[in-house]
């Protein structure tokens, strides 16, 4: 699965249980493909109100899965290769 990030709802949260519990009940590998900037970004609101506030938290229970990789990748910043050449 290739994503932007991986929202926060009830339908998310279904999501992540069932590919958790799915790898382990089976020998089917996952593997998460995120945006790491939109996937490790918090959403402050979410936390004072207690719940999971960015995509990471959401992923927590796959962490522990077998089977199951979750990477986050980075775009190059063109903002930054412009600044770093200045």
Request: hydrophobic residues 50%.
């Amino acid at each position: 699965l290739a994503s932007l990030y991986i929202g926060s709802g009830e339908r998310e949260r279904e999501l992540v249980e069932a590919m958790a519990a799915g790898a382990r009940s089976t020998r089917r590998q996952t593997h998460l493909v995120l945006d790491r900037w939109r996937a490790s970004r918090a959403l402050e609101a979410r936390r004072q109100a207690g719940a999971p506030a960015s995509s990471l938290e959401i992923l927590a229970p796959l962490l522990d899965a077998p089977r199951v990789r979750v990477s986050l990748v980075s775009a190059p910043r063109p903002w930054a290769a412009a600044a770093a050449a200045a």
